[in-house]
């Protein structure tokens, strides 16, 4: 696995959030199935890091776990997630609770069943402001209305006063993240932040994540299943599938290099920004495994062209690729080699 995140002076950033060995397992039908197996990864202060793969690969179940966030009965959590050397996973719901939109917050995939609807958009702002620090009414509205205009709100005041309804899809995702930002959280968790949002607007509100480090410190694990906007967006970028880590690097370096097959099937499906516009796009034949059919083997195998004997006993471990890169795949010495990516195509190195 890579270590620390390089700062722009070269200097190793001590991680913020420390992921080690993160399993996720639910009950079924008198036996625990495995969603999310030996993830681990680390976060550095101030870094993005996009957590990429198809849907059903394990993103938001790895974030709601870091979070505390699933209740179901029977699941089992195990592993250890040390964020700032506090461990997370097993700890009790009362101490999580003061973690959970203070230090620690979340920009949920769909604002329109993250707000209650039967309140405004301000009460709910105020309302967390409130549960983790002691200010009156107005000190909080004060900073709601604050917020709301630092995220592009247009008219916060007015909007304030506003039901999640009676707002437009991407001001109630940029409502989201004033309240997720209304606490000063040191790590801001963004699943799929610009689905269902129209291009522009996806675009102003990866613009406020990009700023959410500078402005406010915070370090941003975001989760997408869209690799354009990794390469937009992320220093670090580590890719599952179905619920294992696929592979694991700086972001510019797995764009141009990418070492495991799943990860260079992904960026294939890029369209191309200059040259020849292809008939079409290459594809990724076949669909994800359920969790209950996972082979014993490598995840991917049924869907890879570069399967061989070594991929199925077991899955393959993570072996070092480049520097800082890991990728769970070991292609036979005799095979095809990935094809190259073109270097115009992949995003520059260092921080996005």
């Known amino acids: ?143 709601t209305v604050r917020l709301l205009g630092e995220m592009g709100v247009p008219d916060p005041v007015r909007t304030a006063g506003c039901y999640p309804h009676q707002l437009s899809g991407g001001l109630r995702q940029r409502a989201m993240i004033a309240m997720a930002l209304s606490c000063n959280p040191v790590l801001l968790i963004a699943d799929e932040p610009t689905t269902a949002l129209d291009v522009t607007v996806q675009a102003q509100i990866l613009e406020l994540v990009r700023a959410l480090r500078g402005r406010h410190g915070s370090s941003v694990l975001l989760i997408t299943h869209d690799m354009g906007v990794v390469a937009e967006t992320c220093d670090s970028t580590l890719v599952l599938y179905s619920g294992r880590v696929a592979e694991t690097g700086p972001t510019g370096a797995l764009f141009a290099r990418p070492g495991h097959p799943y990860t260079a099937a992904l960026l294939a499906s890029i369209p191309p920004l200059d040259g020849p516009r292809p008939e079409r796009l290459p594809t990724i034949a076949g669909v994800p495994p359920a969790p209950l059919d996972r082979p014993v083997g490598c995840a991917f195998g049924p869907r890879c062209g570069y399967v061989h004997e070594r991929c199925r006993p077991a899955p393959p471990p993570l072996v070092p690729v480049g520097p800082d890169q890991a990728a769970a795949c070991v292609l036979p010495t005799e095979g095809r080699p990935l094809p190259p990516r073109c270097p115009a195509s992949a995003p520059q190195e260092g921080p996005a």
């Not at 029977?74 to 999580?96: C, K, M, N």
């Open 1 to 143: 696995m890579p270590g620390n995140a390089i700062s722009g002076d070269g200097s190793a950033r001590a991680p913020l959030l420390e992921v080690r060995d993160l399993c996720v397992s639910f009950p079924s039908a008198g036996r625990m199935i495995p969603i999310v197996e030996h993830v681990s990864f680390t976060l550095a202060e101030r870094e993005i890091l996009g957590l990429v793969g198809e849907s059903g690969s394990g993103k938001s179940v790895t974030a709601m776990a870091l979070m505390g966030l699933i209740d179901s009965p029977g699941v089992r959590i195990t592993g250890s997630a040390l964020f700032r050397g506090q461990e997370l996973v097993g700890l009790a719901p009362r101490e999580l609770r003061r973690l959970r939109g203070g230090q620690i917050a979340m920009i949920f995939q769909d604002p329109m069943t993250a707000f209650t609807p039967v309140y405004t958009i301000g009460w709910q702002i105020d309302e967390q402001i409130r549960a983790h620090e002691r200010i009156s009414r107005r000190q909080a509205r004060a900073r």
